[in-house]
């Protein structure tokens, strides 16, 4: 069993920054990679990044891309998603995933879900 906790949201203006927290717990959370979805109000939740921390290799939607990061410090299990030059459409509920898979942009190959942290930017 995976528990994961997200924090750092709120709400920020367009062009601010903003750094998501992820901290995961359990016996065998070395073993997984986390990914970073969000989900808007009326939307299906969207794939933003995900990183594998065996191999240090991270992914990114093609809207994050250049302005986000996602790293990760294995001595804490923490993950962190670094968010640049805010804009109002990133806002929404951000959510942290671990996943058996190397990597996955699909939210049903993700087995450990955190509770969600609220990003709003407003314009």
């Known amino acids: 069993q995976v528990h994961m906790v997200e924090s750092g949201g709120g709400l920020v203006q367009a062009g601010d920054s903003l750094r998501l927290s992820c901290a995961a717990s359990g016996p065998s959370f070395g073993t997984y990679s986390v990914g970073w979805f969000r989900q808007a109000p009326g939307k299906e939740r969207e794939f933003v990044g995900t990183l594998n921390p065996r191999t240090s290799t991270t992914y990114y939607a093609d809207s994050v891309k250049g302005r986000f990061t996602i790293s990760g410090d294995n001595a804490k299990s923490t993950v962190y998603l670094q968010m640049n030059s805010l804009q109002p459409e990133d806002t929404a509920v951000y959510y942290c995933?671990?996943?058996?898979?190397?990597?996955?942009?699909?939210?049903?190959?993700?087995?450990?879900w955190g509770q969600g942290t609220q990003v709003t930017v407003s314009s």
């Open positions: 995933a671990a996943t058996t898979y190397s990597v996955s942009y699909d939210p049903s190959h993700y087995v450990y």
